[in-house]
């Protein structure tokens, strides 16, 4: 090549074939892209097209507003209010501090908020936007939206938010919603309940907001909306309207609820008010209480710790899940198992020394009062609350045959109120005390019942540990003659289109068959203990008939030592009970009430039971009530 | 009198050229509008260039190609210097050297070498034409090679890519022997894997996604993923002007620049797309055309190079914006936003004119 003579014609064919070559080449190249277009627009258009529409519409679910809880006479528990939120949606962020970081230029977001937008980070992978501040100002509201380019991913929304205007008041009735934690999707994604939980950010955690979370719900809308590339909704194609959750109706009486609560003052306890011949419950108390409010925008690690750890246990629902030996509160159901067991009759007495022995043993059990009662008939047993006769009676009584009794009661097993996490308690018998201690640790003489557990069992004590709101409930049944109804703290649901109520039926579930006769020597001995019993001072005067009963649950024993209540640390020092119903005839409340470490029934438990008896029986609060400033006002907390 | 003066101004203008262009140009307007959420200033602003362009075409049209083989050596010259200047003082954008600020305006010295390189391989041949040895491509392949070499390292794959295959189309015209054209591509293939170890991490990621753009739908993948859904879902006659959800719903990145044939692609369909090919493979007949009857081999190889130049960013950009090349930013002939492009475009269309116009003259 290199002494290659050049032929210029030679070289201009050369440069024109070369010259074609590259033309056709050229014409290939433009044919395979030609090739790609048909591929992509005709053959694969379908394809482009769904994916083009998916990128462009996107289904919004609309959450339906959350039904209304209410008392029994209307007063609002529990609703929904509307308020901006600042939103994020972190998958279109890409660097989330730097974002929050700007966005506090125009709102005020506090460490506090941050943290708690971490913390529903962690918490809520699969969702879309998650809030970092909430309840924004107008003004705040505007200058966000005027910078909005400036913030892809971010966005205002308004949104429904629940309060609870009572605060504390009831609850634990109520119970909360909180945000829908990764353990709530799982249990929905069981129940097949995601879709219908979309945009749906609450969820009921505790109380009827648990219980009755698919009431109160609602349908979830859908909004067909076409967006943009930053996630944001240009126009709404099509809408499908949510349907709001119904709304309850409690049989809560909120001013009841109120008084007693008050009446509790600072003290630790439980009081559960039902009306014996339907089983709705008035009141629900459980002291400490905690402001549900808190929860409902995501509770702050400090509340909560204050919350979770404090000595008095203001998340526990005692009324349903604390256990507590009923004490002699348990003696009118003693003495009328005794009638209705042909043990006992009314009149035969015994002469009470002070003490008991079980034959052949020399452990001595105390009566109350040393030198004891003198001559104890079953009236008088009740209303002097006499140890002795409870003891003998114990003795001569199977304990399997006394729970057998017992049980239709609801001792030892679950009432089968509306709310989740009811205790069943311990009605012992036998059988239940070789399970207990069935564990190979215990050994034949730990498992085999004794006289001597029969005996203590017998006045309370022992291995008997119901709830207050099983007492209230027997309370309610021996009041009502037999006649069981279970208890519920939904009176109604009112469905939220048609306006249509639906009644909790108040259908008697069981019978139990007891002498009208038997019953009313029970009723009239505990009418006897607030006229002239243990309970006598507290009742004086009470302008409406009434019955009974005193009770002090030991937490510590104090092995044969006296009980000095001033000398004990006051966590160990016994729990008050008492137990009433009014009127005598065809009562319309039974009640228990359970103060911790209150010391006497008499002293602590029982004037609480005077106030809301006095309330519910003459509408107002009772003469020597301080309680006078209980209305129920709402204290919308509004912070 | 008149007829005259029109005559004289526009003597040198290639009609079909001029036509073919100025309808691309008007379908690129059309789809900026669109592009840009109907923004007029948008418009005017491409316009004011395109007059600008317009103008350094005339102008060149009407030099004649002598003249402008004078240039090729001092042209190439500072286009080196500035290549250099780059690597020295260049402004980093975007983590590349590829700016320069000389006063007055920021520059791509990149931009001006498009138009030099084959300019001056084309004067070196026409220089040597009766006596052509190895040594002489051994050179040409050096004035490649350097140019290439600064462009990579600013960096700019893409770009250094395009300049070394505008030189290499000279090359090939000139009548490099197939042995070598052959040796050299088995050579280059042989190369890939050291180049591949060699390449920047974005520009091998650019290579993965396009081998499975979904592997990283937000990251690379999003700008292949979007714009093959643009074109795709535009289907035979595309959803309509101003009506293309991917563009106006902002899934459509750089859709006024290097992307802006996804959205021509989404509101005009298959149909706007054909019709845009036959655009391009007219005026690359019609350069093609000027190349063959060229009456010196300077004119025919510039020719050549130039016409072959706009086929492989028209090409590039097209393949890459479809999904079947990398990304590269390549932006498409006439119808992408930004001026410097145009201005190189229509140098480019000027010096086909001059080659044409100034044939007569010549041969005589």
Known sequence: ?639 | MLGQIWDRLTGKLDPVLISIAMTICALGMITLYSASNESMPRVWGQMSKLGIALAIMWALANTPPQLLARFAVPMYVVALCLLIGVTAFGLVINGARRWLNVGVATIQPSELMKIALPLILAWYFNRHETSLRPRDFFIAALLIGVPFALIVRQPDLGTALLIGASGAYVLLLAGLSWKVILGLTALLGASLPLVWSRLHDYQRDRIMTLIDPSTDPLGQGYHITQSTIAIGSGGLTGKGWLRGTQTHLDFLPERHTDFIFAVYSEEFGLIGNLVLLVLYLALFARGFIIAANASTLFGRLLAGAITLMFFTYAFVNMGMVSGILPVVGVPLPWVSFGGTALITLFVGLGLLMSIDGHRKLVQT
């Not at chain 1, 901006?84 to 230029?105: C, F, G």
């Not at chain 1, 943290?115 to 969702?127: G, S």
């Open chain 1, 1 to 639: 090549m290199a002494s290659e003579l050049r032929n210029p014609q030679y070289e201009l064919k050369r440069f024109q074939s070369r010259l074609l070559l590259v033309g056709v080449l050229v014409f290939a190249a433009f044919g395979v892209l030609a090739g790609r277009f048909i591929w992509l627009q005709v053959y694969k258009h379908q394809h482009f097209q769904t994916l083009a529409e998916s990128n462009r519409i996107a289904n919004i679910p609309v959450p339906p507003s959350r039904g209304i809880i209410t008392d029994r006479h209307g007063v609002v528990l529990a609703n929904d209010y509307a308020a901006y939120t600042l939103e994020l949606i972190p998958s279109k962020i890409q660097n989330l501090d730097e974002t929050i970081d700007k966005l506090a230029e125009y709102v005020e977001i506090t460490p506090k908020d941050r943290r708690r937008f971490r913390k529903l980070m962690e918490e809520a992978k699969n969702f879309e936007t998650l809030p970092l501040r909430t309840r924004l100002s107008e003004e705040e509201v505007a200058k966000v939206a005027a910078n909005r380019f400036r913030f892809p991913g971010v966005e205002i929304r308004s949104r429904a938010f629940r309060q609870y205007p009572m605060g504390e008041s009831a609850s634990h009735v109520l119970g909360y919603i909180a945000r829908v934690s990764q353990k709530d999707q799982e249990r929905l994604a069981e129940a097949n309940l995601m879709g219908a939980y979309r945009g749906t950010d609450y969820i009921g955690k505790a109380g009827v907001e648990l219980s009755y979370e698919t009431e109160l719900h609602g349908i979830t809308g859908i909004d067909e909306v076409e967006v943009d590339a930053g996630g944001r909704a240009v126009r709404v194609l099509s809408r499908k309207p949510p349907v709001a959750g119904n709304n309850l109706q409690l049989s809560i009486d909120i001013k009841l609820q109120a008084i007693a609560e008050k009446a509790f003052e600072d003290k630790r306890g439980a009081l559960v008010a039902i009306e014996p011949s339907t089983g709705d419950v008035l009141a629900f108390v459980s002291k400490p209480g905690y402001d549900p409010n808190l929860f409902v925008e995501g509770i702050d690690p400090e509340s909560w710790k204050a919350l979770n750890e404090s000595p008095d246990k203001p998340l526990l629902n005692r009324p349903l899940r604390g256990a507590y030996p009923p004490g002699s509160t348990f003696k009118p159901f003693l003495a009328l198992a005794a009638l209705e067991m042909g043990l006992r009759t009314p009149s035969s007495a015994i002469s009470d020394p002070g003490y008991f022995y079980l034959p052949g043993s020399s452990h001595r059990f105390n009566d109350d009062k040393p030198g004891g009662h003198g001559i104890v008939d079953m009236y008088k047993s009740i209303v002097v609350s006499c140890d002795t006769y409870y003891y003998q009676l114990a003795a001569d009584m199977d304990i399997d045959e006394k729970a057998d009794f017992l049980r239709p009661f609801g001792f030892g097993r679950k009432t089968g109120i509306d709310v989740e996490g009811e205790l069943i308690g311990v009605l012992p018998t036998r059988e239940w005390k070789r399970k207990y201690y069935g564990a190979a640790k215990y050994r034949e003489e730990h498992r085999k019942w004794y006289a001597g557990d029969s005996v203590s069992a017998g006045i309370g004590q022992g291995y008997n540990t119901y709830t207050p709101l099983q007492i209230a409930h027997a309370m309610a049944v021996l009041s009502n003659n037999g006649v069981v109804f279970k208890p519920h703290l939904v009176k109604a649901i009112q469905d939220s289109r048609s306006g249509e109520r639906r009644l909790t039926e108040p259908k008697p579930t069981d019978t139990i068959a007891l002498k009208a006769e038997y019953v009313n020597v029970i009723k009239n001995a505990m009418a006897g203990v607030n006229k002239e019993g243990t309970s006598a001072m507290v009742f004086k005067g009470a302008p409406y008939t009434n019955g009974g009963k005193t009770g002090t649950a030991q937490v510590f024993s104090l092995k044969g030592q006296k009980y000095e209540a001033s000398k004990i640390d006051e966590r160990l020092r016994d729990h008050a009970l008492f137990v009433a119903f009014a009127p005598l005839d065809k009562p319309t409340i039974a009640i228990a009430v359970l103060v911790e470490n209150g010391g006497f029934g008499s002293q602590s438990a029982a004037p609480i039971a005077r106030k809301v008896l006095d309330f519910h029986m003459l509408g107002k609060v009772g003469p020597d009530g301080d309680v006078a400033n209980t209305s129920a006002t709402a204290k919308v907390a509004a912070r």
